[in-house]
């Protein structure tokens, strides 16, 4: 017999970017249900590395010192010669953390290791994945999305006001819309295990024939476990044997190392690369993200973080949207994600066809701390700026003391699911209370104290300027604060709720642009 449920929002696909999603949902108070069509948790590590910004999404959302605690950081390369000596290299360009930038550094842990932890975050707030339910069918209309799915207790109908296709590169959601997925498939295969072994330190990550593709192996200790995760590229038509045998062969071939010994695989996957990127995020009221909305090659790391920022950008959105913000609101996500996604794919693509001897090499560019929307139509500066912070970029960190004299940082304001707006004016000029917005005052008189200037450096703020951060943590708008009228017309279409007045008054995006 098939039951009828309904929730706000059903997510297909319990991968990193459906976790964000979910544990975002969650401290919002908006129901979801998590599906997820395999039977037990993904066991391998696919995505190994946490970039800076993902770092900074981690932190508002509760577990980054977990995640610090599980992993580690990336080890040195450790390229070998024939002859058996070697050299090495950092894998990211080493840069010092900042006031404005507190992390620099990419983090390692295994995808698998990473979703636990986002599971058990996510149980924290009350919410756990469905295992072993798939989504077989579904329909929408002008109110919601009807979705028929098979799971452990027979077969259910949901009804839900937003589906979310979270279930990777291979999405049943994608195809099911109809939604184009063009790209290429690039002329990399490849092969990736994670395995027990003899024979190699865990304090490099070792490189053997490096640049060679048809005698290349990386062997790579993974940060958290007591795993090695083994790399290397494979002809198109090789027959892949990813049995604790077959990789001890392989290894053995590639290294001229007996001594290098396989004694268990507990992943492994054999895969073309590709780049690909859907030609659209949202059909009405369904959506994609993650590995569903773009696929690209691992160079650089960046697969598993674009993903979480697509589900951190789209969550508060559907929130608002829920709480009766102009549909509008929802197509931003669109038009601010998927132009990343098509940077991230040029960005990963052209790494590894520049790959050369002498091991990866990893910049600024990878760490994802410059990605911005400002083009984007929620991007507003009443007036235009012309100097400091933008509209539309990342909010930086930066150290501050509380009127009671306690040390604290920006991001401490910041986290959790509410918008902040940050006043450099006096207590006359502030703008009116609203649910969902913190207002603080930074100066001498203000419960923000910028005591050794790293506001002022970082947001270049002037008397009477208003910044208002999003939940995301990237600048909304930046006000003047004799335009208030204007803020709250841009917060009203926000969907951010004033105390004194009604909410049923809801402005499309586009009037204020």
Same mark, same amino acid.
């Given at each position: 017999?098939?039951? =009828?449920?309904?929730?706000?929002?059903?997510?297909?696909?319990?991968?990193t970017?459906?976790?964000?999603l979910?544990?975002?949902?969650?401290?919002?108070?908006?129901?979801?249900?998590?599906?997820?069509?395999?039977?037990?948790?993904?066991?391998?590590?696919?995505?190994?590395?946490?970039?800076?910004?993902?770092?900074?999404?981690?932190?508002?959302?509760?577990?980054?010192?977990?995640?610090?605690?599980?992993?580690?950081?990336?080890?040195?390369?450790?390229?070998?010669?024939?002859?058996?000596?070697?050299?090495?290299?950092?894998?990211?360009?080493?840069?010092?953390?900042?006031?404005?930038?507190?992390?620099?550094?990419?983090?390692?842990?295994?995808?698998?290791?990473?979703?636990?932890?986002?599971?058990?975050?996510l149980?924290?707030? &009350?919410?756990?994945?469905?295992?072993?339910c798939?989504?077989?069918?579904?329909? =929408?209309?002008?109110?919601?999305?009807?979705?028929?799915?098979?799971?452990?207790?027979?077969?259910?109908?949901?009804?839900?006001?937003?589906?979310?296709?979270?279930?990777? &590169?291979?999405?049943?959601v994608?195809?099911?819309?109809?939604?184009?997925?063009?790209?290429?498939?690039?002329?990399?295969?490849?092969?990736?295990?994670?395995?027990?072994?003899?024979?190699?330190?865990?304090?490099?990550?070792?490189?053997?024939?490096?640049?060679?593709?048809?005698?290349?192996?990386?062997?790579?200790?993974?940060?958290?476990?007591?795993?090695?995760?083994?790399q290397?590229?494979?002809?198109?038509?090789?027959?892949?044997?990813?049995?604790?045998?077959?990789?001890?062969?392989?290894?053995?071939?590639?290294?001229g190392?007996?001594?290098?010994?396989?004694?268990?695989?507990?992943?492994?996957?054999?895969?073309?690369?590709?780049?690909?990127?859907?030609?659209?995020?949202?059909?009405?009221?369904?959506?994609?993200? &993650?590995?569903?909305?773009?696929?690209?090659?691992?160079?650089?790391?960046?697969?598993?973080?674009?993903?979480? =920022?697509?589900?951190?950008?789209?969550?508060?959105?559907?929130?608002a949207?829920?709480?009766?913000?102009?549909?509008?609101?929802?197509?931003?996500?669109?038009?601010?994600?998927?132009?990343?996604?098509?940077?991230?794919?040029?960005?990963?693509?052209?790494?590894?066809?520049?790959?050369k001897?002498?091991?990866?090499?990893?910049?600024?560019?990878?760490?994802?701390?410059?990605?911005?929307?400002?083009?984007?139509?929620?991007?507003i500066?009443?007036?235009?700026?012309?100097?400091?912070?933008?509209?539309?970029?990342?909010?930086?960190?930066?150290?501050?003391?509380?009127?009671?004299g306690?040390?604290s940082?920006?991001?401490?304001l910041f986290?959790?699911?509410?918008?902040?707006?940050?006043? =450099?004016?006096?207590?006359?000029?502030m703008?009116?209370?609203?649910?969902?917005m913190?207002?603080?005052t930074?100066?001498?008189?203000?419960?923000?104290?910028?005591?050794?200037?790293?506001?002022?450096?970082?947001?270049?703020? &002037?008397?009477?300027?208003?910044?208002?951060?999003?939940?995301?943590?990237?600048?909304?708008?930046?006000?003047?604060?004799?335009?208030?009228?204007?803020?709250d017309?841009?917060?009203?279409?926000?969907?951010?709720?004033?105390?004194?007045?009604?909410?049923?008054?809801?402005?499309?995006?586009?009037?204020?642009?």
């Open positions: 017999m098939t039951s =009828q449920l309904t929730t706000d929002v059903l997510i297909c696909g319990a991968g970017a459906g976790l964000t979910a544990i975002d949902l969650a401290r919002r108070g908006v129901s979801f249900r998590l599906i997820e069509k395999g039977a037990t948790p993904f066991a391998g590590s696919r995505g190994k590395g946490i970039q800076p910004r993902t770092q900074e999404v981690f932190e508002d959302l509760g577990i980054l010192d977990k995640v610090v605690a599980r992993g580690g950081y990336y080890p040195r390369q450790r390229l070998r010669r024939d002859d058996g000596s070697y050299v090495e290299s950092a894998l990211s360009v080493p840069d010092e953390a900042s006031p404005a930038e507190p992390y620099q550094q990419p983090l390692m842990l295994p995808q698998f290791l990473t979703e636990q932890i986002m599971r058990e975050r149980n924290e707030l &009350g919410y756990q994945v469905q295992f072993g798939e989504l077989l069918g579904f329909e =929408q209309d002008a109110d919601g999305v009807t979705a028929n799915l098979s799971g452990p207790t027979g077969p259910q109908t949901v009804r839900a006001r937003y589906l979310v296709g979270a279930d990777g &590169g291979r999405s049943f994608r195809k099911t819309l109809g939604i184009g997925f063009p790209g290429k498939t690039l002329d990399v295969r490849a092969i990736v295990a994670d395995v027990t072994l003899t024979g190699l330190d865990r304090d490099a990550w070792h490189l053997f024939n490096d640049g060679d593709m048809q005698r290349m192996v990386a062997i790579c200790p993974l940060a958290g476990t007591d795993l090695f995760q083994i290397a590229p494979i002809l198109p038509d090789e027959q892949a044997d990813l049995s604790a045998q077959g990789l001890s062969t392989l290894v053995a071939r590639r290294t190392r007996a001594d290098i010994i396989v004694h268990a695989v507990s992943w492994a996957s054999d895969y073309q690369m590709s780049a690909r990127l859907a030609e659209r995020y949202r059909v009405d009221r369904v959506f994609l993200v &993650g590995d569903a909305a773009h696929v690209h090659p691992p160079t650089g790391g960046q697969g598993l973080n674009t993903s979480v =920022q697509d589900a951190y950008n789209l969550g508060w959105k559907l929130a949207a829920l709480r009766d913000a102009p549909d509008d609101l929802l197509d931003s996500y669109e038009a601010e994600r998927r132009p990343v996604a098509e940077t991230v794919l040029g960005l990963s693509t052209r790494l590894l066809k520049d790959q001897p002498g091991g990866m090499r990893r910049g600024r560019e990878t760490r994802q701390l410059d990605i911005g929307y400002l083009e984007s139509p929620l991007a500066e009443l007036p235009q700026r012309k100097r400091g912070i933008r509209a539309g970029g990342r909010a930086p960190d930066a150290p501050i003391r509380g009127a009671a306690q040390p940082r920006l991001f401490q986290k959790g699911g509410h918008w902040t707006l940050l006043v =450099q004016a006096e207590r006359q000029q703008p009116g209370s609203r649910a969902g913190h207002v603080h930074i100066g001498p008189k203000g419960d923000v104290i910028d005591a050794w200037g790293h506001i002022r450096d970082a947001y270049d703020l &002037g008397p009477g300027e208003c910044a208002l951060i999003r939940p995301d943590g990237y600048v909304g708008a930046i006000v003047a604060t004799d335009r208030i009228a204007e803020l017309v841009y917060l009203e279409r926000m969907g951010v709720g004033n105390l004194q007045q009604p909410r049923h008054r809801r402005q499309s995006l586009l009037q204020l642009q």
